[in-house]
């Protein structure tokens, strides 16, 4: 599937990982939908790529109504949905019994919630749309694109709710492409090591030093702008579907 003219939903789509895929999708042609909490910043990322390529209304994931609000304004002002990117999710570290005790069960749920059921929630509400494209010249009516962790599988210690939010992505992605192929929809997922997006802002000049050579090659943070050329890689080859790719030079974390 081509970019150009393609509308996509990009959850997250204010910074970091979203940014990057917002802008590149409008480079190459394409509309962007951003769904996000940040009012500040996606507002900024319209600014700049203009508002008759990009549309924001600011919008909780797990919110069946304020999701179903902006589907229903991306098809009023775009009049279609090609392209769903998942990129939204929250990963603060709690060990399950730290110095004050059990972890308090709101932070593993409000995790799960965000990272898991937010996707699911999108992607269900989104595909129902979806399936009414008309079909390209090779079948497909849309692509569907999540976002996991290499915490989903090599989760370190303080990452339980991380991890069981991101494998659960990991875990649903073959089911539901198998389920949408007889409606030429793919849907595949990425899983990024370490990318250096505002989630890495706070941390020293030394410790980010310390992760980068952790990271076999190249031995640096990944780049958002990495991740968001996956992505179109995926949009345009129309044989991958039902995978998880790793996005990660290599690493393989170790336990804390």
């Not at 409000?110 to 990272?115: D, H």
């Not at 992505?169 to 929809?185: C, D, H, N, Y």
């Not at 996956?230 to 990660?248: P, Q």
Request: net charge negative; aromatic share 4%.
């Amino acid at each position: 599937m081509e970019l150009r003219n393609k509308v996509a939903l990009v959850t997250g789509g204010g910074s970091g990982l979203g940014e990057a895929t917002v802008t590149r999708i409008v480079e190459n042609g394409g509309k962007a939908v951003i769904l996000d909490l940040q009012e500040e910043r996606s507002h900024a990322v319209v600014d700049r790529l203009g508002a008759d390529n990009v549309l924001f209304v600011k919008t909780n994931v797990v919110n069946e109504e304020e999701v179903q609000n902006i589907i229903n304004k991306a098809i009023d002002k775009f009049g279609k949905i090609d392209i769903v990117v998942n990129c939204a999710g929250i990963g603060q570290p709690q060990r399950v019994i730290g110095r004050e005790g059990a972890q308090n069960l709101a932070h593993f749920v409000k995790t799960i919630e965000v990272n898991l059921i937010g996707t699911f929630n999108v992607i269900r509400l989104a595909a129902e749309k979806m399936f009414t494209n008309e079909p390209n010249e090779k079948g497909e009516r849309g692509v569907i694109i999540n976002t996991a962790s290499v915490a989903a599988f090599d989760g370190q210690i303080g990452q339980a709710a991380y991890s069981a939010s991101k494998g659960g992505v990991v875990g649903m992605t073959l089911p539901i492409a198998r389920e949408f192929a007889k409606q030429g929809i793919r849907v595949n997922t990425i899983a990024p090591g370490l990318i250096e997006t505002p989630l890495f802002d706070s941390l020293s000049d030394e410790a980010k030093r310390a992760l980068e050579a952790q990271v076999p090659f190249p031995s640096r943070l990944g780049r958002p702008e990495e991740y968001a050329h996956l992505v179109t890689s995926i949009v345009e080859n129309a044989y991958l579907n039902g995978e998880t790719i790793r996005l990660d030079g290599a690493i393989r974390m170790q336990p804390k």
